[in-house]
């Protein structure tokens, strides 16, 4: 049974910084592209961030030199550092587990960055 689920959402002041963590299985987690999306309210997902196995990192304009992702292909886990977070930054960020046309999605969890 594949499962990907995230932890470290939360609420934090503009400015500040938040760590998401993503851990996988049930996969040949190194041969997965590992990817952070964000859905704000009213907004399509938008793809934050993403890694292959190999370590090839892609980052969406607006989070480039803020954010940064990483892999421990050994744990199964994926990291996503973020921060310089604003307001716009607000969102649920999923993380995804691909390979070709086979994808899988974590439940999600809550970044909200507001004074």
């Known amino acids: 049974q594949v499962q990907v689920v995230e932890s470290g959402g939360g609420l934090v002041q503009p400015g500040g910084s938040l760590r998401l963590s993503c851990a996988a299985s049930?996969?040949?987690?190194?041969?997965?592209?590992m990817g952070w999306y964000r859905q704000a309210p009213g907004k399509q997902r938008e793809l934050v961030a993403s890694?292959?196995?190999?370590?090839?990192?892609n980052y969406a304009d607006s989070v480039k030199g803020r954010f940064s992702i990483s892999r421990d292909n050994t744990k199964m886990t994926v990291t996503l550092q973020m921060n310089s977070l604003n307001p716009e930054d607000t969102a649920v960020y999923y993380c995804?587990?691909?390979?070709?046309?086979?994808?899988?999605w974590g439940q999600g969890t809550q970044v909200s960055v507001s004074s």
């Open positions: 890694i292959t196995g190999s370590g090839s990192r």
């Open positions: 049930g996969i040949s987690f190194k041969i997965y592209v």
């Open positions: 995804n587990a691909r390979l070709a046309s086979l994808q899988y």
